[in-house]
């Protein structure tokens, strides 16, 4: 199997794994695949604008929590045998109010053809135990004392995905072990919880709990793509299952979208048993899990994003009108606008419209607008720090604490890059490159002496 078979089978796997352990997912699956039936026989081929229905209906990204560097290293073979790559850098400890004392990355497929088989990608959170806002020197080593005992994949399996690393594949007995041991390392595990040593971390971070209060990890929550998710939003609350407040991301607008939008429904109580100091077993709850569904945009360039920051900036406690409005201020809807302005990433293609030689002097955008080539946006692959913790933090009973006044542990792309021992991929770079190989193979496809002006490079 080579990885993307691999991987494709692991999304299955792990879907299926998901939905028999929060049979709310399968909910949303339903209503999820409902909704983007009803827009496919409502808008046809403008539904497909951000890749096709069978990429949309095969899409799911995944979230996970490992403890320390080591961890992230491991997890980082395992998702490297199925052709995910780190890409891009998140840190989510000051992207919210609460307490939520993580950085990230997402594996992912960074080829466009990949992408558009099964883009299967999953956002990985790293506990940073030594930074003081959160632990302080007592908590801070014990946690990192706890962590650096437990073991969450067998040896096997890092075995199995090392060797996928170096050959390209696996044998289909091997697959089948690899496949076999990764589904099983993200299930919940049914061992017992010290209760003692989970609540103490709770009273920090419910995050830090999950990550840190247990001896395994978990899938945290399985993300379907939808192409109504305000109607998904409405349509899962009337079948009586209770959704967070708000839609994370940019707001509506009636032409096309830009980034990503997210909401979930609310973690629920999930049984679990615990263990007191003198060994009784009880049975409890713990609300960690929820059920999270995405709308996916055109990628944003730098000075897109920096529009998308300021609209972060200003919207306060807007009314959701007054949102559009400041939105609509800063973004235009017309994707004409986007590359005229350089706001979104897109690749090009000719129509099969003779250029004259008028059209041959002008530059990407004029050829654009005479109808000889056409401008596809490219789909955003990657994930939005304020709304990641956004969706965290809704799904948490509490803030947890934290004390400003201690210094932060310094944290950025390099060190993640460290930690994981391989390249850190950055999201503008991939864009970019396939933006700019488009525009090549656009220039040898229409016979052009001279490289196309575009807007980005004028």
Not at 92 to 99: C, G, H, I, K, Q
Not at 368 to 375: D, N, R
Request: charged share 25%; proline share 5%.
């Amino acid at each position: 199997m080579t990885p993307l078979q691999l991987r494709a089978e692991f999304a299955v796997r792990l879907s299926t794994l998901y939905g028999q352990e929060v049979p709310a997912y399968t909910t949303l699956l339903d209503v999820t695949a409902s909704i983007n039936a009803e827009t496919m026989r409502a808008t046809g081929a403008d539904a497909e604008r951000f890749g096709s229905i069978e990429r949309v209906t095969a899409e799911r990204h995944g979230a996970i929590r490992v403890g320390n560097a080591r961890e992230m290293s491991q997890v980082a073979t395992i998702f490297g045998a199925m052709g995910m790559y780190p890409v891009g850098f998140y840190d989510l400890r000051d992207a919210a109010s609460s307490s939520i004392p993580v950085v990230s990355t997402a594996f992912r497929p960074l080829d466009q053809d990949e992408l558009a088989i099964n883009p299967f990608r999953v956002f990985t959170s790293m506990l940073v135990a030594s930074d003081r806002r959160f632990f302080d020197e007592d908590l801070g080593a014990r946690l990192t004392e706890f962590l650096e005992r437990r073991t969450l994949f067998p040896p096997l399996l890092l075995d199995l995905a090392a060797q996928a690393e170096r050959e390209g594949g696996l044998a289909a007995e091997d697959a089948t072990t690899f496949l076999d041991l990764a589904t099983s390392s993200f299930a919940l595990s049914g061992d017992p919880i010290d209760r003692a040593w989970y609540r103490e971390l709770e009273s920090v971070s419910a995050v830090a709990a999950d990550i840190g209060g247990v001896g395994s990890t978990h899938i945290n929550h399985l993300t379907p793509r939808v192409l109504d998710i305000d109607l998904l939003h409405r349509r899962m609350e009337e079948r009586g299952v209770a959704m967070i407040d708000t839609i994370q991301g940019p707001p509506r607008t009636s032409g096309a979208g830009l980034l990503l939008r997210q909401t979930s429904f609310r973690a629920l109580n999930e049984q679990r048993m615990f263990v007191d100091a003198d060994g009784r077993l009880e049975s409890g709850h713990l609300r960690v899990r929820f059920g999270e569904v995405e709308a996916r945009g055109a990628a944003a360039t730098v000075l897109g994003r920096s529009r998308y920051d300021a609209y972060l900036e200003r919207v306060g406690d807007r009314t959701p009108d007054g949102r559009s409005r400041l939105w609509s201020s800063l973004v235009p809807e017309n994707e004409a606008d986007w590359l005229t302005e350089d706001l979104a990433y897109f690749s090009f293609r000719p129509t099969g419209l003779a250029p004259s030689s008028a059209d041959r002097a002008f530059g990407l955008v004029e050829l654009v607008e005479s109808g000889v080539v056409a401008a596809d946006p490219i789909v955003y692959e990657d994930f939005l720090p304020k709304s990641a913790a956004g969706i965290f933090r809704s799904n948490l009973e509490s803030d947890g604490t934290r004390n400003s006044e201690n210094a932060a542990t310094s944290f950025d792309a390099d060190a993640m890059a460290g930690v994981l021992g391989r390249t850190l991929h950055d999201p503008y770079t991939i864009y970019g490159r396939i933006r700019q190989d488009s525009v090549t193979q656009l220039e040898k496809q229409l016979g052009l002496a001279a490289p196309l002006a575009c807007p980005w490079n004028g």
